[in-house]
């Protein structure tokens, strides 16, 4: 049943040479007995929790067509390739460009599962120390960035590939300024540690309780790299590392994306916009795991039914999905496909009509807008009452409350989403 709902749902959504994103997030259960329950990367801040894995495939508006369960402490990559060939195989799309994160498409999964295949291409991104290189080999150079924030470059390392540099400067601002903070205040705590080796009273000693200390200290401010550490029997001295503190303040704001597409197929510009399309596989992880369906807690035991249980989340909201697209006249945020933009760096701003809507709380009819939750709590308030009279022989009538205009204006626009 799961295959032949997917395999409708792709033949509805995707086409032949089309995007597909994908990425892969994770749900903790509830108890210890589920098969696919392990310990792995905590994504939810539930440490020590037993969790599950799961990939969703969308296609390039972020319309969910398939989603498959893992076992929890399942790595990112390890999963692109039985994605890639569900998407090939089982939906029968011979060309394709797949979009990953840089912790999906790596380039161990480039090399074995992905290069070579015929009318299969790629977009991901590279990985800070990857970035790095190419900044000491010269291949990135801060003049690039002076008339654009992104310039086309290749590299050996990187053959039939197009690598295209980008630097946001808001994120390079907001990155110095988050380190230099993490900075003092780890310098902070650090001297109250080397006041404590200098106290007269009950004064902290020995190699192994100092750095006992310190080390539970600067991992929790993750710093360890930043500082320059000098422990011994009754003594504990620190400075920071200016070299390292430099090279990671090199790649401030920058990142590079990674393709195979040809240029004539897509422009560097577009090809970063893709990339930034995953962002809409993001919004419905969070709609499925928090804002409005709820997949946690799961108390499903049986292998089985924890997979059903996480498709039917994917199903609602694939519902959602058209729903939301539907009554966007009535919501907060565009409700027509934005221009493409000269500069796809910086921060998208919102459009005309989502900006005039966030300032004046009305539509263009002077109707209140609504949130997708309040929406459905207005619609929630209408009701179908049985209705008995308390006299003998009286037949009894069901009633519906009479819809409002908002309400009937909601109902218009629903009447045109169409689900196979």
Not at 78 to 89: C, D, I
Request: contains cysteine.
């Amino acid at each position: 049943m799961k295959a032949r709902i997917e395999n409708a749902l792709a033949a509805r959504h995707l086409e032949e040479g089309c995007l597909v994103l994908y990425d892969l997030t994770s749900s903790y259960l509830e108890g210890k007995c589920c098969a696919l329950a392990r310990l792995g990367f905590d994504r939810d801040g539930k440490r020590g929790k037993l969790q599950i894995e799961y990939g969703l495939l969308c296609n390039r508006e972020g319309c969910p067509v398939a989603v498959e369960v893992f076992e929890g402490n399942t790595a990112d990559p390890m999963t692109l390739g039985s994605q890639v060939k569900k998407v090939r195989e089982r939906f029968g799309l011979r060309r394709l460009v797949i979009v990953g994160d840089r912790g999906m498409i790596t380039q161990a999964r480039i090399d074995q599962e992905l290069r070579g295949i015929e009318g299969l291409a790629w977009i991901g991104a590279l990985r800070s120390s990857q970035i790095a290189g190419l900044l000491q080999e010269g291949a990135i150079a801060p003049s690039l960035f002076d008339e654009k924030n992104l310039a086309e470059i290749s590299s050996p390392d990187f053959p039939n590939e197009r690598l295209i540099a980008c630097r946001n400067p808001f994120l390079a601002q907001y990155r110095r300024t988050k380190r230099e903070a993490l900075l003092r205040a780890t310098e902070v705590e650090l001297e109250k540690i080397a006041l404590a080796t200098r106290r007269e009273k009950r004064r902290l000693r020995g190699k192994a309780r100092i750095a006992l200390r310190v080390g539970r200290l600067i991992e929790g401010f993750k710093m360890a790299k930043h500082f320059v550490l000098e422990i011994e029997e009754d003594a504990f001295s620190w400075k920071r590392n200016e070299t390292k503190i430099a090279e990671e303040a090199a790649l401030d704001g920058m990142y590079v994306v990674r393709t195979s597409v040809d240029q004539s197929d897509l422009s560097a510009s577009e090809t970063v916009e893709r990339y930034k399309d995953l962002g809409a596989v993001e919004q419905a992880f969070r709609c499925i795991k928090t804002v409005d369906l709820k997949v946690r807690p799961i108390h499903h035991r049986l292998e089985g039914r924890v997979r059903a249980h996480v498709f039917l989340c994917m199903l609602a909201y694939y519902l959602e999905w058209h729903m939301r697209k539907a009554l966007a006249p009535m919501l907060f945020g565009d409700e027509t496909p934005r221009e493409p933009r000269e500069d796809v760096v910086s921060p998208k701003k919102p459009s005309p009509s989502a900006a005039r809507k966030a300032r004046t709380k009305k539509t263009l009819d002077g109707a209140p807008v609504h949130s997708f939750q309040t929406l459905l709590a207005d619609l929630s308030t209408i009701v179908r009452n049985s209705i008995t009279p308390n006299l003998e022989g009286a037949p009894a009538w069901q009633q519906e409350t009479e819809p409002s205009a908002l309400q009937q204006r909601a109902f218009d626009l629903l009447k045109n989403i169409t689900v196979p």
